[in-house]
C-alpha cells in the first residue's frame, strides 16, 4: 500500500505585527509537500516514521528585530489530536511533531507552536524540521492515503 503525501495549502496571519510595522512572510516545502510517508503495511508492529521541512522567509523592514510562531492545524479532522490521512475505505492516524516529540498545533493546550525570533536587519530566513509519525498497528485497504493541513504564521 502506498501513502501519499500529505499537502500544505496556505499561511493566514491571525495576528499583525506592531503598529508601525510591515511584516511580510512567505513560505515554502522543499520537495513540494510536508510530509511524506513510506509504504504503511496494514497492521504493522511499528510506526510509519517521516520528516519534512517548511521553509519560512520574512521580513519587516521597519523593525529589525521580531518574532513569529509557525502553527499547524489539524487538516481535515479538524483536530490536532486526531490528524488522518483518508484514502479509500479508510483512514490513518498521525501525528505532526517537532523534533523534540511534541505536537505542533494551532496553539491549544497540548501542542506547541514553532517560535522563530528574527534579529538581522529585519530579515529572516528560516527551516523548521517536523516529523510525521503514523500510529502502528491500524488495518486499512490499499491504497493512496492523504490530508491536507493549514499552516499560519503568527506575529
Do not use: H, K, W
Not at 91 to 104: A, E, K, N, P
Amino acid at each position: 500500500m502506498q501513502i501519499n503525501e500529505l499537502g500544505l495549502i496556505g499561511v493566514l496571519c491571525l495576528a499583525c505585527a506592531p503598529v508601525g510595522a510591515q511584516t511580510s512572510c512567505d513560505f515554502t516545502t522543499p520537495g513540494g509537500t510536508l510530509l511524506d510517508f513510506p509504504t504503511y503495511i496494514p497492521g504493522q508492529a511499528t510506526p510509519g516514521l517521516t520528516t519534512g521541512q517548511v521553509q519560512v522567509d520574512c521580513e519587516n523592514p521597519t523593525s529589525p528585530t521580531f518574532s513569529y510562531t509557525l502553527f499547524i492545524d489539524g487538516g481535515l479532522s479538524g483536530d490536532v489530536f486526531s490528524r488522518r490521512l483518508f484514502g479509500p475505505g479508510g483512514s490513518l492516524v498521525y501525528d505532526i511533531q517537532d523534533l523534540l516529540g511534541q505536537t505542533v498545533g494551532n496553539g491549544e493546550p497540548g501542542t506547541t507552536g514553532i517560535t522563530q525570533t528574527c534579529l538581522l536587519l529585519g530579515v529572516c530566513l528560516s527551516i523548521f524540521d517536523v516529523r510525521g509519525v503514523m500510529a502502528a498497528g491500524q488495518i486499512v485497504p490499499g491504497g493512496s492515503y492523504s490530508d491536507t493541513v493549514t499552516v499560519t504564521i503568527e506575529f
